[in-house]
């Protein structure tokens, strides 16, 4: 693959596919451990969103963000994946939660929702596995309403490792899952994510009338309105 190619694709080589079976069971158990990251991020969500307003959350895993987001008040929220296996986690780990949230089967580039449906478009640590990058970006768009906001969350290509190892201790994994986490980042988590200039070209393709790019040591925090 070119430079070229890794900088600017229309559509990412690396085929996004859903976690099924064992290895989603696997990556739920593990991100479980990661509960307290999820409810601050609902709770950022809720001091700037009142009830009842409409939240997605894209590629939405286990559901756990979408869960806490959801305990906090009387949100209107949807969980979109393309993972069977996690569709079935998610609304099985509402119903434990007693809370409302709707999971649904899709993929990020061709959402099925009617357009201008969300206040708010949640992404946490899925952008760089999506195979069409600025379609899926124009999607969150469509689907957005007039005002709303989005905010994604990811790895960054040019995060060091001594910042990716530091990230996975805090986790607070036992040794053989932190093993296979470092692993992961390492070997292909990070290969397919992306820097802050990429994603300042992917959203040149698009329609947002804000972006706000925030670059930390592991990744970034990407904030569009509409």
């Known amino acids: 693959m070119s430079n070229q190619q890794i900088e600017h694709p229309a559509k990412k080589a690396y085929k996004g596919v859903g ?27 809720a001091a700037l969103l009142p009830p009842p307003a409409s939240v997605l959350e894209v590629a939405s895993g286990p559901g756990y963000f979408a869960i806490e987001l959801a305990r906090l008040g009387a949100y209107r929220i949807a969980g ?9 986690i ?42 069409e990058p600025v379609r ?15 905010w994604i969350i990811d790895l960054r290509r040019d995060a060091s490792l001594r910042d990716i190892g530091k990230a996975v201790g805090d986790m607070g994994l036992g040794t053989v899952d932190a093993w296979f986490t470092r692993m992961a980042f390492r070997f292909s988590l990070i290969k397919r994510a992306y820097t802050k200039a990429e994603f300042e070209r992917f959203l040149s393709e698009t329609p947002f009338c804000s972006i706000e790019i925030e670059q930390n040591a592991m990744g970034l925090d990407i904030w569009l309105g509409k």
């Open 19 to 45: 976690m099924e079976g064992i290895v989603a069971t696997w990556y739920a158990r593990n991100t479980a451990k990661s509960m307290k990251e999820f409810a601050s991020d609902a709770r950022r969500v």
């Open 80 to 88: 979109l994946d393309i993972s069977r296996s996690f569709v079935k």
């Open 90 to 131: 998610a609304r099985n780990n509402a119903a434990k939660a007693g809370v409302e949230v709707k999971f649904e089967l899709g993929s990020a580039s061709a959402m099925p929702f009617e357009d201008n449906r969300f206040d708010f478009i949640f992404c946490r640590a899925a952008f760089k596995n999506f195979s």
């Open 136 to 150: 899926a970006l124009q999607e969150m768009h469509r689907v957005l309403r007039p005002g709303g906001r989005v």
